[in-house]
């Protein structure tokens, strides 16, 4: 085996077995994706029931002719959704309580709640 091939070889064998050990965290998030959508000036639903210690990813969906903006203060999390357009946001392990959200764009009165169990 030439000296390149066996390079190679060590490379992709890494590349593997880093795969293999950090995988396995990270796909328990996305076991856990939970949809959430704006649209008529609200958030459906309007409250979202998570596992406490437990980080999830929620996919907000934009299904109105605006952009918005999903904040949370509680949660030090803000994104622009532009129309159409679905956008993924990462929420690590919560303690059990309340975690207000809102449209902090065009519509502040549209509010929701992640809560943690």
Same mark, same amino acid.
């Given at each position: 085996?030439?000296? =390149?091939?066996?390079? $190679?070889?060590?490379?992709? #064998? ?12 990270l796909?328990?998030? %996305? ?10 000036g ?20 934009? $299904?109105? %002719? $605006? ?25 690590p392990?919560? #303690? ?14 549209? =509010? ?6």
């Amino acid at each position: 085996m030439s000296a =390149k091939a066996f390079a $190679a070889t060590i490379a992709f #064998a890494s590349i593997a077995f880093l795969a293999a050990t950090v995988s396995p965290s990270l796909s328990h998030a %996305d076991e856990q994706a939970t949809q959430l959508r704006y649209q008529g000036g609200r958030f459906e639903p309007s409250s979202v029931t998570l596992p406490a210690n437990t980080p999830v990813k929620l996919q907000v969906t934009n $299904a109105s %002719d $605006a952009a918005i903006e999903f904040e949370s203060f509680e949660l030090h999390r803000e994104r622009v959704v532009q129309p159409g357009q679905t956008i993924t946001v990462f929420i690590p392990a919560l #303690a059990p309580g309340s975690y207000p959200f809102f449209n902090d764009m065009n519509n502040a009165e549209a =509010k929701g709640e992640i809560v943690s169990r």
